[in-house]
């Protein structure tokens, strides 16, 4: 089964500065896709960006990009200009592109984030 | 649109009393998945609809636990004889189905208490 390992229960960042969280999969698979999804206090998960692995083009979203090294397995997550409102829990997650395998999403322990004013 | 609604928002029960609680997907999502999260904990998958096909129950951790979805729209999650080990928050989930399921969306999460 696939794994997913983020190795930082906890990150802090500065106000405006910028910060990476990591973010390591396991898989035998080519193709499929990783996600990163905030959890604020409110429990609401939101997707905060998306990478399709066939794509070499790191995905970018606003103040969001991702850093994906297929053969290290690697897809970190780096917030830019960081703001009070994305202090949250951080979540890795992987899913198959195959057919049956592709029911389940694979999630990480989290990450969570805490801005500092 | 509206997103994933679920209910109720917190659920505070005695051991060894049924609890069900419910979700709504997004309208024209096929794909529905249910999650549990245990404090300070990752999702853990318990079960998976798509469609009208026979829904992915590996993750279920007992018997105690089943779920059904009614016109393939609203699901329930019923959990029999609750235990203390089964407080946690309960995440429902819908995407788009077949090869577009890319991305899940998410609803609030029941928490769920067991007394």
């Known amino acids: 089964a696939q794994t997913v390992t983020q190795s930082q229960p906890e990150m802090s960042v500065q106000e405006a500065e910028t910060v990476t969280l990591s973010c390591t999969y396991d898989?035998?698979?080519?193709?499929?896709?990783l996600f990163w999804y905030k959890q604020p206090p409110s429990r609401q998960m939101i997707l905060v960006i998306r990478?399709?692995?066939?794509?070499?083009q790191n995905a970018t979203e606003n103040r969001f990009s991702v850093n994906f090294q297929k053969a290290a397995k690697s897809f970190s997550l780096k917030i830019s200009d960081s703001q009070l409102g994305d202090a949250a829990m951080y979540f890795c997650?992987?899913?198959?592109?195959?057919?049956?395998?592709?029911?389940?999403?694979?999630f990480g322990t989290g990450t969570s984030l805490t801005v500092i004013p | 649109g509206a997103g994933v609604s679920q209910s109720p928002s917190n659920k505070v029960t005695e051991k060894g009393k049924d609890v069900e609680l419910r979700c709504d997907p997004i309208?024209?999502?096929?794909?529905l998945y249910w999650y549990r999260q245990s404090l300070g904990q990752g999702l853990e998958f318990l079960i998976y609809?798509?469609?009208?096909?026979?829904?992915?129950k590996s993750g279920l951790p007992s018997d105690r636990f089943s779920a059904e979805r009614t016109g393939g729209s609203v699901s329930t999650l019923t959990i029999q004889r609750t235990q203390q080990e089964d407080s946690a928050v309960y995440l429902c989930?819908?995407?788009?189905?077949?090869?577009?399921?890319?991305?899940?969306?998410f609803g609030p999460g029941t928490r769920l208490l067991v007394l």
């Open positions: 989930a819908s995407s788009l189905g077949g090869k577009r399921r890319k991305t899940q969306y």
């Open positions: 898989t035998s698979e080519s193709d499929y896709y």
């Open positions: 990478q399709e692995a066939y794509k070499q």
């Open positions: 997650a992987y899913r198959s592109s195959a057919g049956n395998t592709g029911n389940q999403f694979y």
């Open positions: 309208s024209g999502h096929t794909a």
């Open positions: 609809f798509q469609g009208n096909s026979a829904p992915d």
